[in-house]
């Protein structure tokens, strides 16, 4: 399978961003998706997950306020919408699809990741 994120940038502190990633190469209703992300000089984290249907999901305690990710299993795609974005949130954002429902990084398909850049 094969994800391609999408939907980065440099955006001012306040300002909200929508990731997308879109997978091919396999049945995408078959996969739960999540998203992660990688500061510079610091390991990947978890931010979000979803179910094959969309009617469960997960988020970092510390960033759940701000996240909704959401998929749409017509257009093959997950979404990652962030609001309020603070210079914190900078970082390499990737998506990731696993057959299983999980919040660790054993996913096993990964993209190549989106940057995003909050200024302050």
């Known amino acids: 399978v094969q994800l391609v994120e999408s939907g980065g940038g440099l955006v001012q502190a306040g300002g909200s961003l929508r990731l997308s990633c879109v997978v091919s190469?396999?049945?995408?209703?078959?996969?739960?998706m999540g998203w992660f992300r990688q500061a510079l000089g610091k390991e990947r984290e978890f931010v979000a997950a979803?179910?094959?249907?969309?009617?469960?999901?997960y988020y970092t305690d510390s960033l759940k306020d701000r996240l909704t990710i959401a998929r749409d299993n017509a257009k093959n795609t997950v979404y990652l919408q962030m609001l309020s974005l603070k210079p914190e949130d900078t970082a390499a954002y990737y998506c990731?699809?696993?057959?299983?429902?999980?919040?660790?990084?054993?996913?096993?398909?990964w993209g190549q990741g989106t940057q995003v850049t909050v200024s302050s």
């Open positions: 979803i179910n094959w249907s969309g009617s469960r999901t």
């Open positions: 190469g396999d049945t995408f209703s078959s996969y739960a």
């Open positions: 990731a699809a696993d057959r299983r429902f999980i919040k660790t990084i054993d996913y096993s398909s």
